[in-house]
Nanobody, 123 residues
Framework: QVQLVESGGGLLQAGGSLRLSCAASGRTVRSYAMGWFRQAPGKEREFVAAINWSGVTIYYADSVKGRFTISRDNTKSTVYLQMNSLKPEDTAVYYC????????????????WGQGTQVTVSS
């Protein structure tokens, strides 16, 4: 089992920055690929970013490319999502997720999920 706890969400104005953290515990966390997804009210959960176990392979959704950066610190069993130039359309609950080794952009391929953290961007 892997437990995931997100933190760092909040309310801010458009153009601002925020860093989300996802602390993982349980089984050998460093062998897991990690992903960030988000879900806005009335919308389906969508992929944001993913990083493989070593940090070498990274994927981003087109909507966040150039603004968001995913990273991980395996010594702290933590993955981060640095979000810059935030827009009102980035408003959503952000979830981190874990799966073995290989990063994926598909939510069904992830085995473990956190409870989510709310990010609200005002215009």
């Amino acid at each position: 089992q892997v437990q995931l706890v997100e933190s760092g969400g909040g309310l801010l104005q458009a153009g601002g920055s925020l860093r989300l953290s996802c602390a993982a515990s349980g089984r050998t966390v460093r062998s897991y690929a990690m992903g960030w997804f988000r879900q806005a009210p009335g919308k389906e959960r969508e992929f944001v970013a993913a990083i493989n176990w070593s940090g070498v392979t990274i994927y981003y959704a087109d909507s966040v490319k150039g603004r968001f950066t995913i990273s991980r610190d395996n010594t702290k069993s933590t993955v981060y999502l640095q979000m810059n130039s935030l827009k009102p359309e980035d408003t959503a609950v952000y979830y981190c997720a874990a799966r073995s080794y290989v990063a994926s952009m598909g939510a069904p391929e992830y085995d473990y999920w956190g409870q989510g953290t709310q990010v609200t961007v005002s215009s």
